[in-house]
Antibody
Framework: QVQLQESGPGLVKPSETLSLTCSVS??????????WSWIRQPPGKKLEYFGY???????NYNPSLRSRVTISIDTSTNQFSLKLYSVTAADTAIYFC????????????WGQGALVTVSS | SYELTQPPSVSVSPGQTASITCSGD??????ACWYQQKPGQSPVLVIY???KRPSGIPERFSGSNSGNTATLTISGAQTMDEADYFC?????????FGTGTKVTVL
């Protein structure tokens, strides 16, 4: 059974970089069947898509966030990561990693989520 | 940017049918999917590609998509179906989520 688990600091200072890692167990990020995505949910608000990465390193980013985001993948550790630069309080949210099917582009598996608060 | 609009809330009595709409420009030309999210939990896919149910999702969940509206229907709603529901589609290679609907079963 494939599982995703987010990890990283729960508190980030304004203007700094938010870094999160998603560890995949029970499956491989090198599978050609899936893309690996990041999504967030500010408190009480709707979900917001950051982007995805394929095992080959190909990426797709949300244009509204592209200038501040980098998604990377490490097939040797079976992990993929998110970096969000120059954060503000508006970036406070629960951050989810998710698996996206390459055939249908739906998010069929999600991590439990990691709350990240931006505050000094 | 593309937007998907849902009603903030829907109420249904146990055993009755709940319909949740998701509106967006020419949404019927895209694939829509639906997620269920209970408090403190991550979303769970309940419908994909307009009307398909993932393994393990009860048959009471069904979907349709035409024109500007996608609809999630819960037939014979149960108290365990009480949750937030989000629609999602892709526009210009970007995943877009709906505003979310809180379904209350009482």
């Amino acid at each position: 059974q494939v599982q995703l688990q987010e990890s990283g600091p729960g508190l980030v200072k304004p203007s700094e970089t938010l870094s999160l890692t998603c560890s995949v167990s029970g499956g491989s990020v090198s599978s050609p069947t899936y893309y690996w995505s990041w999504i967030r949910q500010p408190p009480g608000k709707k979900l917001e898509y950051f982007g995805y990465i394929y095992y080959s390193g190909t990426t797709n980013y949300n244009p509204s966030l592209r200038s501040r985001v980098t998604i990377s993948i490490d097939t040797s550790t079976n992990q993929f990561s998110l970096k969000l630069y120059s954060v503000t309080a508006a970036d406070t949210a629960i951050y989810f990693c998710a698996r996206t099917t390459a055939s249908g582009y739906y998010f069929d598996l999600w991590g439990q989520g990691a709350l990240v608060t931006v505050s000094s | 940017s593309y937007e998907l609009t849902q009603p903030p809330s829907v109420s249904v009595s146990p055993g009755q049918t709940a319909s949740i709409t998701c509106s967006g420009d020419n949404l019927g030309d895209k694939y829509a999917c639906w997620y269920q999210q209970k408090p403190g939990q991550s979303p769970v896919l309940v419908i994909y590609q307009d009307d398909k149910r993932p393994s393990g999702i009860p048959e009471r969940f069904s979907g349709s998509n035409s024109g500007n509206t996608a609809t999630l229907t819960i037939s014979g709603a149960q108290t365990m179906d009480e949750a937030d529901y989000f629609c999602q589609a892709w526009d210009s290679s970007t995943a877009v989520f709906g505003t979310g609907t809180k379904v209350t079963v009482l």
